[in-house]
């Protein structure tokens, strides 16, 4: 199995800043992408940034410009740098990986348990 181990959450004001971090550890053979994803009460989950081993980034367009995602492939971990909070990016952020196993011929998608981000006054 992969676990992925979340950090960094908390409370912010508006116009602050958090920095997650996520760990991902286990049986891990290679690691395709990480990435970030955020449910808010009500919604559904939806991105927030993704970035593969070759290097490519995704965000989604809510946070382009105030977010920045990073790896450190050799740590297996991935962080998310948040600027500029608003009030609409409360949610519980969810770790992700894309990920193949020790002795796996298919690569398969594996979650954190999150962690919370509140942004408010």
């Known amino acids: 199995q992969v676990q992925l181990v979340e950090s960094g959450g908390g409370l912010v004001q508006p116009g602050g800043s958090l920095r997650l971090s996520c760990t991902a550890s286990g049986s891990i053979f290679s690691i395709n992408a990480m990435g970030w994803y955020r449910q808010a009460p009500g919604k559904q989950r939806e991105l927030v940034a993704t970035?593969?081993?070759?290097?490519?980034?995704n965000y989604a367009d809510s946070v382009k410009g105030r977010v920045t995602i990073s790896r450190d492939n050799a740590k297996n971990t991935v962080y998310l740098q948040m600027n500029s909070l608003k009030p609409d990016d409360t949610a519980v952020y969810y770790c992700?990986?894309?990920?193949?196993?020790?002795?796996?011929?298919?690569?398969?998608?594996?979650w954190g348990q999150g962690t919370q981000v509140t942004v408010s006054s």
């Open positions: 992700n990986t894309l990920a193949v196993m020790r002795g796996a011929l298919l690569s398969r998608t594996y």
């Open positions: 970035k593969t081993s070759g290097g490519s980034i």
